[in-house]
């Protein structure tokens, strides 16, 4: 029982467009939502998070929008740079301490 | 944000044998969160360690397989058992971070022929 789906596999982007990554939840008591960045050979790095008392969170070029109703969130980040490129995990927890469920991730190409 | 050091970094190990990962954390924490990644798969969460108590094991994962040790609030063992090619994955630990999410090791790359 996945409770944390990324649909898209792979998106790619060029340089200076917008990159959106989608993730979507059917565990109604997730509260606490994040992204992540991995490179191979590496563990996954936090790029930004989300409480469901909010619905958008802002960190420089990344925003994480939250959909409660529709048990939906998505990262974007305005300009994609080619150091973007990456696979990218959403995952959430019930709590900011509490274990992480994981997405399946989305490996993301940003092209020159 | 806690730094962790985990080792070894990649490993080939034969079937039968047996491997202990290790986590060393810059701070102390209450929790310690161990995953494996698979071969094209996503994160999954095999344990949760906790100082002074046994490990909170998730469905699918025993103790026998995969027993873990926190002597401390800085240190952890994973310990992957009697392997087979199966177990061949990354491993990684986490702790929960100060407001920046969950850090976690840089994992263990281990393979099993």
């Known amino acids: 029982d996945q409770q944390v789906k990324q649909n898209s596999p792979s998106l790619s982007v060029q340089e200076g467009r917008i990159s959106i990554l989608n993730c979507d939840y059917t565990n109604s008591m997730f509260d606490y939502f994040l992204w992540y960045k991995k490179y191979p050979a590496e563990g996954p790095t936090f790029l930004i998070s989300?409480?469901?008392?909010?619905d958008k969170n802002e960190d420089g070029r990344f925003t994480v929008f939250l959909n409660k109703s529709a048990k939906h969130l998505s990262l974007h980040i305005v300009p994609s740079q080619p150091g973007d490129s990456a696979v990218y995990f959403c995952a959430a927890s019930t709590g900011t301490a509490s274990k992480l469920t994981f997405g399946t991730g989305t490996r993301l190409q940003v092209t020159l | 944000s806690a730094v962790i050091s985990q080792k070894p970094s990649r490993d080939i190990c034969q079937r039968g044998t047996s491997l202990t990962i290790q986590c060393q954390v810059d701070?102390?924490?209450?929790?310690m969160f161990w995953y494996r990644q698979q071969p094209g798969q996503s994160l999954t969460l095999i344990a949760t360690?906790?100082?002074?108590?046994?490990?909170?094991?998730e469905s699918g994962f025993v103790i026998d397989k995969f027993p873990i040790s926190r002597p401390n609030l800085t240190f952890s063992t994973l310990t992957v058992s009697n392997m087979s090619p199966e177990d061949s994955s990354i491993y990684l630990c986490s702790v929960v971070g100060q407001g920046k999410g969950y850090t976690f090791g840089s994992g263990t790359r281990l393979t099993v022929v």
């Open positions: 701070s102390q924490v209450t929790m």
């Open positions: 360690a906790n100082q002074g108590s046994e490990a909170t094991y």
């Open positions: 989300i409480s469901s008392i909010k």
